[in-house]
T-cell receptor, first 115, second 116 residues
Framework: AQTVTQSQPEMSVQEAETVTLSCTYD???????LFWYKQPPSRQMILVIR??????QNATENRFSVNFQKAAKSFSLKISDSQLGDAAMYFC????????????FGKGTRLSVIA | GAGVSQSPRYKVAKRGQDVALRCDPI?????LFWYQQALGQGPEFLTY????????KSGLPSDRFFAERPEGSVSTLKIQRTQQEDSAVYLC??????????????FGAGSRLTVL
């Protein structure tokens, strides 16, 4: 079974600084998708960024970028120029590309942004 | 609608009471998922519908949990004889097509169930 591990329960960052959230996963599949979701106190899960495993290039979305290391099964999220609105729970998630399997989530990292 | 709508937003139930949680997905979305999120944890998969067909219910924790989507749009998650361990946020998500492909899930704001 696939598992997703987020080893940092909590992280904090100064406003305007950069922070990296870690995620590792375990799978025997060769092609799959990886995602980072943000969950603010309102509880609505918001997709931050996604990566397709067969793509070598790391995905970027404005201030958010990933460092995808397929051999190491690592998928970290870098947030640049952190803003107060970035404070939230961040979840790493995995899904296989084939078959009917749902998203598998990690336990999350709570990010605090200090003004 | 514009987003995934869930109701009620908050529900307090006495132990043993039955509850029903509603999810109204984005219009036209084929796939619908239910997740359970315990306090301080990540969401755990419960069940998946493609249109009105329940294709996967492997995550339902017991036979007290039942989900339906009779007309392929609105879905209801029912929990019978609630127990304290059922206390959690129940998230609903929908996507335009099936599980193949990088279909992005759009989540609702969840229903927080507290069982006393």
């Amino acid at each position: 079974a696939q598992t997703v591990t987020q080893s940092q329960p909590e992280m904090s960052v100064q406003e305007a600084e950069t922070v990296t959230l870690s995620c590792t996963y375990d799978t025997s599949e060769s092609d799959y998708y990886l995602f980072w979701y943000k969950q603010p106190p309102s509880r609505q899960m918001i997709l931050v960024i996604r990566q397709e495993a067969y793509k070598q290039q790391n995905a970027t979305e404005n201030r958010f970028s990933v460092n995808f290391q397929k051999a190491a099964k690592s998928f970290s999220l870098k947030i640049s120029d952190s803003q107060l609105g970035d404070a939230a729970m961040y979840f790493c998630a995995y899904r296989t590309k084939s078959g009917n399997t749902p998203l598998v989530f990690g336990k999350g990292t709570r990010l605090s942004v200090i003004a | 609608g514009a987003g995934v709508s869930q109701s009620p937003r908050y529900k307090v139930a006495k132990r043993g009471q039955d509850v029903a949680l509603r999810c109204d997905p984005i219009s036209g979305h084929v796939s619908l998922f239910w997740y359970q999120q315990a306090l301080g944890q990540g969401p755990e998969f419960l069940t998946y519908f493609q249109n009105e067909a329940q294709l996967d219910k492997s995550g339902l924790p017991s036979d007290r949990f039942f989900a339906e989507r009779p007309e392929g749009s609105v879905s209801t998650l029912k929990i019978q004889r609630t127990q304290q361990e059922d206390s959690a946020v129940y998230l609903c998500a929908s996507s335009l097509t099936g599980l193949t492909g990088a279909n992005v899930l759009t989540f609702g704001a969840g229903s927080r169930l507290t069982v006393l």
